[in-house]
């Protein structure tokens, strides 16, 4: 069975995480966010903490064998989260959803018809 390799998560004199953390290779978690107490920004499984922010290494939606850096973020939407995913590649046209799975499905397609050219 292969072992999970821990991140060593540093910390500051009053104890709180110093970000950002290192989670892999290709993640890194840039803020935790804020924990909303309302019933859109959690679920049974997940807690969706407005501020959160990631930075994640993976495929390229635009050139095929290339990887690009995209960033992962919760937005407040009001009465709901808003997810945001910006690539670098084209940081000017963030790809918005009402989930984060949307937003990775999306991504995906995009991968996939590429790797069919």
């Not at 050139?63 to 995209?70: I, Q, S």
């Not at 919760?74 to 959803?97: A, H, M, Q, Y």
Request: hydrophobic share 35%; with cysteine; net charge neutral.
């Amino acid at each position: 069975m292969k072992s999970k390799v821990k991140s060593k998560i540093q910390k500051d004199d009053q104890g709180n995480i110093i970000f950002p953390v290192k989670i892999s290779g290709n993640l890194t978690l840039v803020s935790a966010g804020e924990i909303r107490p309302l019933p859109a920004f959690q679920s049974d499984h997940n807690l969706f903490p407005v501020g959160y922010k990631s930075e994640r290494i993976y495929q390229s939606m635009f050139e095929k064998g290339k990887k690009a850096l995209y960033t992962c973020e919760i937005l407040d939407g009001g009465d709901r989260p808003i997810f945001k995913v910006t690539s670098s590649e084209d940081p000017e046209n963030p790809i918005i959803r009402d989930t984060t799975t949307a937003c990775w499905v999306y991504i995906c397609k995009l991968i996939d018809n590429l790797a069919e050219t």
